[in-house]
């Protein structure tokens, strides 16, 4: 089963400081990476590095430099991009501070990545291709939704629900649109216009067929047909967490096209596998730098699995 990624795809240029300025402040970084990302585009890496599935993606860069690599990154990775566009003006940028804590500040410039409104033929091929297909909210809703549509009638479509957004004040009514809405706690809140996780669980829940709500450390919720399932998280030493999300959506996404099942015949027991390996994958990530740079291979996801469940 094939995984389809519609999304973003930026140059991401990292600086490490020891921590995030404040409005009005200046700080001096010790060292800056410059790494391929994007949201759409990290979790692309992310599916296809957690082993078998074939995956493409869809979505558009400049006629810069750095477009150029960022498509060659993809390929490199054997993602098939015959549905990356190559657009006027410049690719998709983000501005990353990551601190001592790990923690990051993201301001992403969309260039390309907002430019696209809608999909091209070839690009409407390769959507009708998808098993499975994954999208995010770094691109206009507009191709969201045609991608949505565009899907065949037996392939899931995963929403990631990032950055935040009120959905339902944008007209996307969340059933019928998404079989898995993944959100953090933070999109949780934006996504169902509440104030606790708790609550929020409960209003998206019933809204969608499958509910993924990550926590960080705190592992993750799985709720699917009336049954919830918590996942714990791998404790680890984490340096940056930037595209830690994506690793976990990819991966789940990826574990959802190896079991060969249709979006009819989810359950939660499914559904917690693919928390589980997606947790694995975002724990080794967040040891390393960088967003692509830090996806982690299936082997390594497989050997933590193995040591989580022993321990
Ligand atoms: O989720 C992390 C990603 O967000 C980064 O790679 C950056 O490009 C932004 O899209």
Redesign the pocket.
């Known amino acids: 089963m094939r995984v389809v990624v519609v999304g973003?795809i930026?140059q991401?240029v990292v600086a490490h400081v020891e921590r995030i300025p404040s409005p009005g402040e200046t700080v001096l970084a010790s060292s800056m990476l410059r790494s391929g990302?994007?949201?759409g585009a990290?979790q692309a890496v992310a599916a296809r590095r957690a082993g078998g599935a074939e995956v493409a993606f869809v979505g558009a860069v400049g006629v810069d430099v750095e477009g150029t690599q960022l498509r060659r990154a993809l390929e490199h990775d054997g993602i098939d991009v015959a549905g990356l566009a190559q657009l006027e003006g410049p690719s998709?940028i983000?501005l990353?501070s990551v601190d001592s804590q790990a923690e990051n500040a993201?301001v992403?410039i969309p260039g390309a990545n907002g430019r696209i409104i809608s999909l091209s033929d070839s690009q409407r091929t390769v959507v009708a291709e998808a098993g499975v297909l994954l999208t995010q909210l770094?691109i206009p809703l507009s191709l969201v939704a045609e991608a949505a549509a565009g899907r065949r009638a037996d392939a899931w479509h995963v929403l990631n629900a990032?950055p935040a957004s009120p959905l339902a004040s944008e007209g996307v009514e969340l059933r019928g649109f998404v079989d898995v809405l993944i959100v953090n706690e933070h999109e949780a809140l934006d996504v169902s216009g509440t104030d606790h996780v708790a609550e929020a669980v409960a209003v998206l829940s019933a809204r969608v067929p499958a509910l993924v709500v990550t926590l960080g450390g705190a592992g993750s919720i799985v709720v699917c047909g009336g049954e919830r399932v918590d996942i714990r998280s791998f404790p680890v030493e984490a340096v940056d967490t930037?595209?830690a999300?994506?690793t976990f959506c990819g991966v789940f996404a990826a574990t959802l096209a190896a079991s060969g099942r249709a979006p009819d015949s989810v359950d939660v027991s499914l559904l917690a596998a693919a928390a589980r390996a997606g947790a694995a994958a975002a724990a080794l990530a967040v040891t390393r730098l960088g967003?692509q740079d830090a996806v982690p291979s299936a082997a390594d996801v497989a050997a933590l699995l193995i040591e989580g469940a022993s321990s």
């Open positions: 973003s930026n991401d990302g994007g949201k990290n998709g983000a990353i993201i992403v770094e990032a930037t595209g999300g994506d967003a």
